[in-house]
């Protein structure tokens, strides 16, 4: 297993085909990839792979975020209130269509529920990446909450329909799952408030 | 590792041991549960598994619907189409809050992602105990794809909540929970037409 290094175009070739059999490997659960692996795979020394993302949970990040892409959310947040539902449901419809976007992602849901380091990026990446985001849109004190609730019903609609592949919901075509899906979303993100159970902090 | 049937109290007895047995080896996941193991744990012979449930499958079905109790939604749909949101999201809840109904739930969610028998048995027990339920509110052509719209966005709302444990969605008080989410239950079972993107058959 000789080192590659030194036979590349440069370093962005070498990261790109890291993140490639990153994602390979990631997709088939988080627990059984390995650096080595991987790195045998990319055809590259793992010192690379540690150089380069600082391990594995640090690769992971990036073969997510290269899927995920969630700096993409930006613009259908900064589209507006009017719509933004439908906006929304499309983006995330559309990264689980695309099968070398979908398998990353799905493999981070799957292993974060019984892989505590897998988890933890989970959370990361949903408050940090998601949530902050489209809070942006709804501009009322309980804003975190709303983009979770609405991400979280993305997942769970998701998950039905390219995992568990359960009809209806498997079998209606995308346009039509993205008006009703928006809705409720409209809902949750621009909807009255709702009083909450706990007294809040006084301002 | 003698079989205890013959010292024991009755059938019903051998049943809820088998079924508390599997309930456990199950909630690790579906690939790992073995008869032989589930029966060792119970303190039965393998073959009485089969006789009463027909075998791994069987009992992994039985389990659930321990677990779930799919028919205790009879009387929270039967409440009628005022409030069915708020009463549905709290059935739900409620089963997540109880560890262990939770866990088999869990395990059946996680399990069918990646094995095939798993997956057939939560396509069944979703459209069958669930989906068909619900769909009896809304008194619609699109019934049941409104009923599985709203069940993926309660299983999208607990993974997020009791499995990935993210806040604010995971720390919020769970009648505030049933209240928010409530409101996009009821839109999805009561909402106005959504035009379908295809033609429907003629009847």
């Known amino acids: 297993m000789t080192s590659k290094v030194g036979r ?28 080595r692996a991987i790195a045998r795979a990319a055809g590259v020394d793992p010192s690379l792979i540690v150089q380069f993302y600082g391990g594995k ?11 995920v892409k969630p700096e993409s959310i930006q613009p259908v947040v900064e589209g507006g209130r009017e719509g933004i ?5 499309a983006w ?19 292993s974060a529920a019984s892989h505590p380091p897998a988890a933890e990026l989970l959370r990361e990446f949903v408050t940090d990446e998601i949530v902050a985001r489209v ?4 501009r009322r004190k309980d804003a975190r909450l709303r ?23 498997s079998e209606v075509p995308t346009p039509e799952l993205v008006r009703r899906v928006g809705g409720a979303i409209d809902g949750y993100l621009l ?6 159970s706990r007294r809040r902090r006084t301002r």
């Open 8 to 35: 590349r175009g440069g370093e962005a070739d070498t990261r790109g085909d890291i993140l490639r059999a990153g994602r390979e490997h990631f997709a088939r659960g988080y627990s059984d990839a390995t650096v």
């Open 57 to 67: 949970d640090g690769l992971f990040r990036a073969v997510i975020a290269d899927a």
């Open 85 to 89: 539902g439908r906006r929304l449901a």
């Open 92 to 110: 995330f419809f559309e990264l689980w269509e695309a099968p070398e976007r979908r398998y990353p992602f799905q493999a981070l849901l799957l």
């Open 135 to 138: 809070a942006s849109v709804s």
């Open 147 to 169: 983009a979770e609730l609405a991400g979280s019903h993305l997942i769970g609609t998701a998950l039905t329909r390219y995992v568990y592949q359960i009809p209806p919901l």
């Open 191 to 196: 909807g009255p408030v709702v009083r909450s």
